[in-house]
């Protein structure tokens, strides 16, 4: 299953990066997520890797992520692997003009279990949660 969503971000692309790449943002604007385990020195260097502790609807789960690409302030990609399967999401910012960047999120993912098969079925509903933190991000980076 594939997906890009995007939106609008009022900032320069600079000051959006620098807010992406904070070690400690994501749980700022990253709703759930209750703590981030680095496992590499430098996070956000290609092959740093971490563990995501997140709660959702009050259930824990844990999903590892590996850095893949870095082309910062344009461009990350993040593998992440769970008991739902593999996915891969590559986050793109785009320099409208002084003040305005486009971020793009592409999605990938590989789902195992009984995810293979409703997974497709609820596209909508993993491109809804990809949206809500595309805002949250949005409304973290402006402030």
């Given amino acids: 299953m594939k997906y890009t969503i995007s939106n609008t971000i009022n900032k320069p692309i600079k000051v959006v990066a620098e807010k992406f790449m904070e070690p400690d943002g994501a ?3 990253m709703e759930g ?3 981030i385990e680095r496992l590499s020195d ?4 290609v092959g740093a890797k971490s563990r995501f502790h997140s709660l959702h609807k009050n259930k824990k789960f844990v999903i590892n992520e590996t850095i893949i690409e870095q082309n910062m302030p344009y461009q990350i990609k993040f593998a992440f692997t769970s008991s739902m399967g593999y996915n891969e999401v590559e986050m793109v910012f785009e320099k409208l003009n002084d003040n305005t960047t486009k971020q793009i999120n592409n999605s990938y993912f590989q789902l195992k279990g009984i995810m293979k098969f409703i997974g497709p079925l609820m596209k909508g509903m993993f491109k809804k949660q990809s949206m809500k933190y595309l805002n949250a991000f949005k409304e973290y980076a402006e402030k």
């Fill in 27 to 29: 749980l700022q604007w």
């Fill in 33 to 35: 997520l209750q703590k």
């Fill in 42 to 45: 430098k996070p956000y260097e």
